[in-house]
């Protein structure tokens, strides 16, 4: 594992930990009674962490992904929710750093890496998951400058915190029949319902957009008309799966220490409930599990910072660090009894937040459905990272390169 990190690596670690510590477990009973903490995510933001895969060239940190999934890990060792808003709003960059001309770069990733915006990426519905072709949501083409949109969107990470919003919709036949568009938070025609309480992940916002004929310019475009496909498939592969990954580790590791904690501490027999063989072969389990996904993890993130080609390590890493964190809690939940049913317990937290992982950027089965098309053939999908490769070209990340944590704001 340590070939992944540099000291600097290291330190901004600590410095996330630190501030999770301080500014984000204190908020975890308000989050928990499904109050979408918009000052939290505002402070996130705040500390630069939202531009950490941002070039510096447009005022983002320039770190790369092992140092995006350091973030996002150490977040969400404290609160899933809390690493949920980072990744969705890293996320919500992907689409300007692979598509954005120029002159959207300069206009957008400056304000996203210092915190004032919180972009998001709107492509999902309610009758087309994982089948991005099947979405209803329309653009239509009213001047050469100017486009109508109009559909709903759902499970839009930071829907009622973010933009501008990332919406890919069907602006003509086929799959290239989609096009992506950045929607401004402001933008006439454009709803957002009242967020409704979610299964897990309390404090994060991921809900719905509604766009009643909202006009955008054609400026506001992302990539060439009929893109929106790439748009869509680029970001979830090369952001998305691993981003959920990092919030899988957090939960596993916590998980694994909240459990070890309860053995070592709960007594049966005149001994620690740890003495007890059966419960023993279950904590191994459980750290055999976290050793895997941290390396698989890690590995995947480290290539993207190489800029090698890696769309299996990351579908691989998605699919198998949300299903491990899954079952580590599962068995933590069994070992804590009855009293790990108790609300606000934090394996009971725990439980609920590893089920809200395994959908979003894919479902197990496009995961390892993907993953069989590319041993058994003929593949047919491009390699994301083989065409948006993001190697730290500017050299390694070093403690130079990381902003102090900047306080809360006003």
């Given at each position: ?8 690596h ?30 939290l995510?505002?402070?996130i ?11 510096r060239?447009y005022?983002?940190?320039g ?16 609160s ?21 001309t ?22 999902t519905?309610h ?11 329309t ?6 400058k ?23 919709v ?21 709803r957002?319902p ?6 897990g992940?309390?404090?994060?916002a ?10 955008i310019p ?6 060439e ?5 790439d ?7 090369l952001y ?19 459990t ?16 007890l063989?059966?419960i ?7 750290e ?32 198998g ?7 580590s809690?599962?068995?933590?939940l ?6 790990g049913?108790?609300?606000g ?16 950027a894919?479902?197990?089965a496009?995961?390892l ?6 041993t ?6 491009p ?7 993001t ?13 102090p944590?900047?306080?809360a704001?006003?």
């Amino acid at each position: 594992m340590t070939d992944f990190f540099t000291d600097a690596h290291d330190r901004l670690r600590a410095q996330v930990a630190g501030f999770a510590a301080a500014e984000v477990a204190p908020r975890i009973d308000r989050m928990e009674q499904m109050k979408v903490d918009g000052g939290l995510a505002r402070l996130i933001a705040a500390q630069g962490w939202i531009g950490v895969t941002i070039p510096r060239e447009y005022a983002g940190m320039g770190a790369g992904h092992v140092a995006k999934t350091v973030v996002i890990e150490e977040l969400s060792r404290v609160s899933a929710a809390a690493g949920a808003i980072a990744q969705a709003s890293q996320l919500g960059a992907a689409k300007l750093l692979h598509f954005g001309t120029d002159e959207q770069k300069q206009e957008w990733l400056p304000r996203i890496a210092d915190g004032s915006l919180l972009p998001t990426i709107a492509v999902t519905e309610h009758g087309s998951g994982s089948h991005v072709l099947g979405m209803k949501s329309t653009g239509e083409q009213v001047s050469a400058k100017e486009w109508r949109l109009t559909g709903r969107k759902a499970w839009i990470g930071n829907s009622h915190l973010g933009g501008p919003h990332g919406v890919v919709v069907r602006t003509g036949p086929g799959s290239r029949g989609l096009t992506a568009f950045l929607v401004e938070g402001d933008r006439p025609g454009l709803r957002i319902p009242p967020h409704e309480p979610r299964l897990g992940l309390h404090g994060f916002a991921f809900g719905e957009l509604h766009l009643d004929g909202v006009r955008i310019p054609d400026a506001n475009r992302i990539g060439e008309i009929g893109d929106g496909l790439d748009v869509a498939y680029s970001s979830s592969v090369l952001y998305g799966r691993p981003n959920l990954t990092a919030v899988a580790l957090g939960i596993l590791r916590t998980a694994v220490d909240h459990t070890a904690a309860h053995v070592l501490g709960r007594r049966r027999y005149d001994g620690p409930l740890a003495d007890l063989p059966t419960i023993r072969e279950r904590i191994g389990r459980m750290e055999a599990h976290l050793r895997t996904s941290r390396v698989t993890a890690y590995q995947a993130a480290a290539s993207l910072d190489r800029g090698l080609p890696c769309d299996p390590d990351l579908m691989n890493a998605k699919h198998g660090t949300t299903n491990a964190a899954m079952d580590s809690v599962r068995e933590g939940l069994e070992i804590h009894g009855a009293a790990g049913l108790v609300a606000g317990q934090p394996i009971e937290r725990l439980y609920r937040d590893a089920a809200c992982l395994r959908a979003p950027a894919g479902t197990d089965a496009v995961q390892l459905h993907r993953l069989a098309s590319r041993t058994l053939g003929p593949h047919h999908h491009p390699e994301w990272s083989a065409r948006f490769p993001t190697p730290l070209t500017s050299g390694p990340y070093h403690p130079a390169h990381t902003r102090p944590a900047a306080p809360a704001p006003a």
